[in-house]
């Protein structure tokens, strides 16, 4: 089948976005999607572990050397202490236990990937005389774990509680304020090593770039901390180019510019360096939105369980009801001064949000799946875009 087959229209909200290449799974129903979902992440765990064997090695383990180091065991055992609060650096602790492999090396993994699918420059480099495993030089795997240091460091700095909006349902503030202390301590180490490793790669084009998205990164989380630090201020009143903007800043800016790091030390030159990036971005968009529709389509979401007010989804829906009727949606589902959940996500479900956000989802993974179309067929490649139909499959 021709890639002009495989292309759609999309809806018209997206406008001058263009055309979508829809995979012959994806099914059309909200129902479908609830249905699937476990032969979903199935199909995701089958595609990590497949690429995990042409990178040569698993990405769990990407940054064993640091999380064995006497300092970060020390961390651990202060982490412990923890145990029996309500102190969100625990899920971030199991989250790197349980969750690892299919969620927070997903970032070193596509760094590996992109560098095994551009291969060598041709041109004589520094890198180059480093010893070369499944393809990939050994300074690239240093900035596979760099950038995986840098991503766990923001999600260990994001546990950091605000104690002057705590209540007593949340425990004892000592326990919150030995928290914070510890996800400050364990954060910053890892960013510390980041740093150091980024020295000893000796590319001072590199240390911009990761330097930058590290930039990025702290400008997102800011602008989202200071949003909801805002009085009664429930959501933000954006559309979704405002969102997109924030998110590539949050979310996407550390793997578009690590694989145009990867790129940048094998010397390899703009054209490719861009290709990387674009890749990069567009695949991480993906991952974020997809993420964002989970508490809406999967099947056995807690009734309970709370989303983000600021996702896509709600977002979407937002732009398409208009400010004013979505406030009053907000108001009605508010019993006794709590959020009504539940009820609120019935109601977004009902509206355009959902359906929309699984276009934007895939409209990115095309972009990705565009960007790898210059380098040349490979085993790589191929990986690079199963992650792609993994992170835009809803079935």
């Not at 994806?26 to 990590?48: D, E, L």
């Not at 700095?157 to 349902?169: F, P, T």
């Not at 949050?250 to 940048?264: D, I, T």
Request: net charge positive; aromatic share 6%.
């Amino acid at each position: 089948m021709s890639l002009r087959q495989l292309l759609i229209p999309l809806p018209c909200y997206l406008g001058p976005l263009g055309l979508l290449r829809r995979p012959l799974w994806f099914p059309s129903t909200v129902g479908s999607w609830r249905a699937q979902s476990s032969r979903s992440q199935s199909h995701w765990n089958q595609v990590v572990s497949e690429a995990e064997k042409i990178v040569g090695y698993p990405t769990s383990f990407m940054s064993l050397r640091c999380l064995l180091s006497d300092e970060l065991s020390n961390i651990a055992m202060q982490v412990r202490k923890l145990v029996g609060t309500q102190h969100p650096l625990l899920t971030t602790a199991r989250g790197f236990v349980h969750e690892s492999r299919h969620n927070l090396q997903l970032r070193g993994l596509v760094v590996l990937l992109i560098s095994k699918a551009a291969g060598p420059s041709g041109l004589d480099t520094a890198c180059q005389n480093d010893d070369m495993v499944s393809g990939i030089y050994s300074c690239q795997r240093s900035l596979a774990e760099i950038t995986e240091l840098i991503h766990t460091a923001l999600l260990v700095h994001r546990g950091i509680v605000n104690l002057n909006e705590l209540q007593s349902s949340d425990g004892p503030l000592k326990d919150m304020q030995f928290g914070n202390k510890i996800a400050i301590l364990s954060g910053d180490f890892l960013l510390a090593n980041a740093c150091n490793g980024l020295a000893l790669l000796q590319n001072s084009k590199v240390v911009e770039l990761l330097a930058s998205a590290l930039m990025d990164l702290v400008q997102g989380v800011y602008h989202e901390n200071s949003t909801s630090a805002k009085e009664k201020a429930i959501t933000d009143d954006i559309g979704i180019s405002t969102w997109k903007e924030q998110t590539f800043l949050s979310h996407c800016a550390l793997l578009a510019k690590s694989c145009q790091a990867a790129m940048e030390l094998a010397r390899h030159g703009a054209e490719v360096q861009g290709t990387a990036f674009r890749y990069g971005k567009h695949v991480a968009m993906s991952h974020k939105i997809h993420s964002d529709l989970q508490p809406f389509i999967k099947e056995k979401a807690s009734e309970s369980a709370t989303f983000n007010l600021n996702s896509a989804p709600v977002v979407l829906h937002q732009e398409f009801l208009g400010r004013d009727l979505w406030m009053k949606q907000i108001r009605e589902a508010q019993e006794k001064g709590r959020l009504d959940y539940a009820k609120l996500r019935e109601t977004i479900k009902a509206g355009k949000g959902v359906t929309s956000a699984i276009d934007l989802c895939r409209y990115h993974g095309n972009k990705a799946l565009a960007a790898l179309e210059s380098f040349p067929p490979s085993e790589a490649r191929s990986a690079l875009e199963n992650i792609v139909f993994a992170v835009t499959r809803f079935s």
